[in-house]
């Protein structure tokens, strides 16, 4: 089964009041045990790629080559999308071009108008190759790949400008933060997500930096239109953890336990967990 679009999964989900994950993938055994999990879970995914990680990777073409293989190899059925994600106009051009089956192109930082005319001719570019897009108004708090934002609360109005261009699913501010969530963080707006979904007519919402969110919010966001739910830092913490535990119990000096196979297998299995946990949260569990 080849990799898919986005569209079609996210518009289900939309429709079916659940949420699709859109997990970072930063090496070869993220890609496999998200995979993995998916299968497992009978879930639709999405494997989200920042720039940053595609040049750690070696690439675009890389990633998309690397991704087709494994997800070949592995006899993967459910649908899967390989998406870009928080995408500059350059990258965005680039990985339609390397075989990126969905991109995000994010014009947040641009004045609105600027914003606007790129975003329009990003999805004109991306719909002509069968790719599905995702633009964003308003930008996500804390720091992704170098980028900061203060989080600022998307404008209605200009999510609708937006979604009027033709765009598949939007990336609004609603209070969400890249990174850890601080102990201070006021939470997700709700009144405005529901504004926005109220204004964009029923367009697929995405929530960015869903790692930390409490349950009880992302089933809320989930509820007023939240389709995909974007997926880093808690994969890498459970990784981190993992592998810190292997490493203080010296099983890196029983026999080969230093093989990087082993090394990174308890990492690697704590990753499938933790995505196979989160699609029964998020409800996409079995929707594949």
Known sequence: MALVSATEMLNKAHAGH?????????????????????????SPVMLGVSEGAAKYMCGFKTVVAMVKEIHDSLGITVPVALHLDHGSYEGAKACIEAGFTSVMFDGSHY?????????????????AKGVSI?????????????????????????????CELGVDFLAAGIGNIHGKYPANWAGLNFDRLAEIQNVTNGKPLVLHGGSGI??????????LGVSKINVNTELQLEFAAA?????????????????PRKLLKPGADAIKDKVIAMMKQFGSYNQA
């Not at 659940?18 to 009978?42: H, P, R, S």
């Not at 409490?214 to 509820?223: E, F, G, S, T, Y």
């Not at 592998?243 to 093989?259: C, F, M, Q, S, V």
């Open 243 to 259: 592998t810190r535990k292997y490493i203080e119990a010296d099983k890196d000096l029983e026999g080969k336990g230093y093989d």
């Open 134 to 162: 995702e633009c964003e108004v308003g930008g996500i708090g804390g720091e992704e790949d170098g980028t900061v934002s203060n989080g600022e609360l998307a404008d209605p109005q200009e999510c609708k400008t937006i």
């Open 18 to 42: 659940y949420a699709v994950g859109a997990f970072n993938i930063n090496n070869l055994e993220w890609t496999k045990m998200i995979l993995l999990a998916a299968e497992e879970a009978k």
């Open 111 to 127: 004045p609105f108008e600027e914003n606007v005319a790129k975003s329009k001719e990003m999805i004109e570019l991306a719909h």
């Open 214 to 223: 409490p349950a009880d919010q992302i089933a809320k966001a989930i509820d």
